[in-house]
């Protein structure tokens, strides 16, 4: 703990804010990595299989349920298409679409912001090297030369931490906002995949017109 806390002291204000940076980074990408591991992730394959064998026993009731027992994007939008499904294929299909619409900005939420901090932590560790070095050079100027030795020991150390702090959490965001991008691009594949086959099978089964076979 003495030696974090003299990082620190030596690191100076913008060692200190850029440490505040890095609480908001862990923030935003422990909360993505939640939503992929958890409420975002499902087994659209499989899902797709359950709604068709419901629907081939008639029971639209429970293909709802089904939809209704998560959060996940795609049960989001499958419950869309289904909501419509005696109004006609046209009719599913808008629905579904505006369903993609919707669950589609919040699967990429705040992953964008990661590449914006990568920038900013840089800025600010280049800003603590710069602002350091100048406040060194200007304490040793009429300093003796014991004392000039330990103020530019320090001052260069000020800056060495500032610019590998920076430089660090900006790999950190990099490498992040590469995983998360991954992730978001798979789900939204999955979401555009599973709609398709799921307004396709809808036709075939003859669901999605059964408002127009009514009239």
Not at 112 to 133: D, R
Not at 177 to 203: P, Q, R
Request: charged fraction near 20%.
């Amino acid at each position: 703990m003495d030696s974090i806390g003299n990082i620190f002291r030596i690191g100076g204000p913008f060692f200190v804010i850029n440490t505040v940076f890095l609480a908001v980074i862990l923030a935003i990408i422990i909360e993505r990595a939640i939503y992929f591991l958890g409420r975002g992730h499902i087994n659209a394959k499989a899902f797709l299989e359950q709604i068709r064998r419901l629907l081939a026993q008639n029971d639209l009731d429970r293909a709802k349920k089904l939809c209704d027992a998560t959060s996940a994007p795609i049960a989001r939008v499958a419950k869309a298409g289904l909501a419509r499904v005696h109004r006609g294929e046209a009719a599913v299909a808008q629905a579904m679409e505006e369903a993609m619409t919707d669950v589609t900005p919040e699967v990429k939420t705040r992953i964008s912001a990661l590449w914006s901090m990568a920038n900013i932590v840089t800025l600010t560790g280049l800003l603590g090297t710069v602002t350091g070095l100048i406040r060194t050079f200007a304490g040793i100027a009429d300093a003796d030369p014991a004392e000039s030795k330990t103020k530019l020991s320090e001052g260069i150390s000020e800056a060495m931490y500032n610019t590998a702090y920076g430089l660090s959490l900006a790999l950190v965001c990099m490498v992040a906002h590469l995983l998360l991008s991954t992730a978001s691009k798979k789900v939204v594949a999955d979401l555009e995949s599973f709609s398709l086959k799921l307004e396709n099978m809808l036709g075939d089964s003859g669901e999605g017109s059964g408002g127009q076979r009514a009239s």
